[in-house]
């Protein structure tokens, strides 16, 4: 029985699993509009796309969080723009835009050959790594997530299902779905040093994936999603400790 409490005994652990829980609720539960709207490919564009700001922003010398939230909402804000012309269109307004901003950081590595803690943990996740300052930003992108769903529910619901019907009802679509796309930034770039650029897509489409599965209901899919989320960091931070396998592989398997 002590064998399964040793993790517990080390504070760095147990931050790791806090964190782990808190951004799995954060994705599942703003994964839930990513899958219903069909915008998975953004939240794997943006992940990589974030990427490219923090290496500039270790380049740069400047904080992590600050450097990647400039580059997150700069990113969101110029697909946004980019999709409202009909001859490009979302997808490939995001292939582009996403694509030239990961190819951006692969240069500047190369270039600078500058490799940190911060930027490691940028592309593969470091979640034994989190400090207290992470799990203030983690809950604070929670809350801001949080009171953006609920203050919004129904015109983010609205908007989700049928953006022309909603439009013609008198629901600001241009402006749900730039605040939208400003909390999935907040959320992937929160995600970053817990799971790393490549799986933090993953953690916004699996959850409501499997939850769409068990329910047609929204707001049950939407609290199974979160559940979900929040179990699998949970228990996937504490089968990584006992069969010595990355934190973030072991939460999305």
Request: glycine share 12%.
């Amino acid at each position: 029985m002590g064998g399964l409490a040793e993790p517990f005994e080390f504070e760095f652990f147990v931050r790791g699993m806090v964190a782990a829980t808190l951004v799995g609720v954060l994705c599942a539960a703003v994964g839930v509009y990513v899958v219903l709207r069909t915008l998975a490919y953004i939240g794997h564009g943006l992940a990589h796309s974030i990427f490219g700001g923090a290496v500039v922003s270790f380049v740069s010398g400047i904080s992590f969080y600050i450097g990647a939230t400039i580059w997150g909402v700069f990113t969101v804000l110029l697909i946004n723009a980019a999709a409202r012309r009909r001859q490009i269109g979302g997808d490939a307004a995001v292939g582009i835009i996403t694509t030239c901003a990961f190819a951006l950081g692969v240069a500047l590595i190369s270039r600078h050959g500058k490799f940190t803690r911060d930027f490691d943990a940028a592309l593969f996740g470091e979640i034994l790594g989190i400090t207290s300052g992470d799990l203030y930003v983690i809950a604070g992108v929670l809350v801001l997530a949080a009171a953006v769903i609920f203050a919004w529910w129904k015109q983010l619901l609205f908007t989700t299902f049928d953006s022309d019907v909603a439009s013609t009802y008198g629901v600001p679509v241009p402006w749900v779905e730039a605040l939208f796309s400003l909390v999935l930034a907040a959320t992937v770039i929160a995600s970053l040093q817990v799971r790393g650029a490549p799986l933090s897509a993953a953690a916004l489409v699996l959850p409501p994936v499997t939850a769409r599965l068990l329910t047609d209901s929204f707001t049950r899919m939407f609290a199974l999603a979160a559940a979900l989320g929040g179990a699998s960091g949970l228990v996937g931070v504490y089968i990584s400790w006992f069969v010595n396998v990355s934190s973030g592989a072991t939460v999305v398997l």
